[in-house]
Antibody, heavy 123, light 110 residues
Framework: QITLKESGPTLVKPTQTLTLTCTLS??????????VGWIRQPPGKALEWLAL???????RYSPSLKSRLTITKDTSKNEVVLTMTNMDPVDTVTYYC???????????????WGQGTMVTVSS | QSALTQPASVSGSPGQSITISCTGT?????????VSWYQQHPGKAPKLMIY???NRPSGVSNRFSGSKSGNTASLTISGLQADDEADYYC??????????FGGGTKLTVL
């Protein structure tokens, strides 16, 4: 059974760097055709795609946030890490990580999602 | 890249069919068959309902169907049920090798 779980601080100060970890279970990012993405959602608002990393270390970033984002994977720990620099109160949202499996639902659809983690940016 | 355009809300009565549109450009929706649809109930994570325009993942009811014409994709839900009441989001691959979501549509089952 594939599951993903987000973890990280619930509160960060403005200008700080946020580091979020997505712990993978039931699959490995060393397997061909697998990817993990990050998506965020302000309270009561729409989903926003942030970043994506594939098993072959191919990385994609949202153009509007690219300068602030870094996505990495640690296959030995079965984790994907997203860092976002220069946090601002507008970055107070729920962050989700999600699985992509080419063999089941293609290259660009998130078929399994984590439960999400809420991050508040405040001094 | 701009968010894909969806109607803010749609509604229908139980048993009826509704369609939610998702309009983009030739650089995203119109250029690729990589449109996905997600259902999100309040306080829950999104659930994939349609991928690659019209394919249903295993376990998703065949009451949900997807299509595309030009730069607009559509999600149709037939035989509306109370549990279909949720927010729905489309997403698409783009010519920049990135992804973009729509603004979301709130479905109300009357």
């Amino acid at each position: 059974q594939i599951t993903l779980k987000e973890s990280g601080p619930t509160l960060v100060k403005p200008t700080q760097t946020l580091t979020l970890t997505c712990t993978l279970s039931g699959f490995s990012l060393s397997t061909s055709g697998v990817g993990v993405g990050w998506i965020r959602q302000p309270p009561g608002k729409a989903l926003e795609w942030l970043a994506l990393i594939y098993w072959n270390d191919d990385k994609r970033y949202s153009p509007s946030l690219k300068s602030r984002l870094t996505i990495t994977k640690d296959t030995s720990k079965n984790e994907v890490v997203l860092t976002m620099t220069n946090m601002d109160p507008v970055d107070t949202v729920t962050y989700y990580c999600a699985h992509i499996g080419f063999s089941t639902t293609g290259w660009y659809a998130f078929d399994i999602w984590g439960q999400g983690t809420m991050v508040t940016v405040s001094s | 890249q701009s968010a894909l355009t969806q109607p803010a809300s749609v509604s229908g009565s139980p048993g009826q069919s509704i369609t939610i549109s998702c309009t983009g450009t030739s650089s995203d929706v119109g250029g690729y068959n990589y449109v996905s649809w997600y259902q999100q109930h309040p306080g829950k994570a999104p659930k994939l309902m349609i991928y690659e325009v019209s394919n249903r993942p295993s376990g998703v009811s065949n009451r949900f169907s997807g299509s595309k014409s030009g730069n607009t994709a559509s999600l149709t839900i037939s035989g509306l049920q109370a549990d279909d009441e949720a927010d729905y989001y489309c997403s698409s691959y783009t010519s920049s090798s990135t992804l973009v979501f729509g603004g979301g549509t709130k479905l109300t089952v009357l």
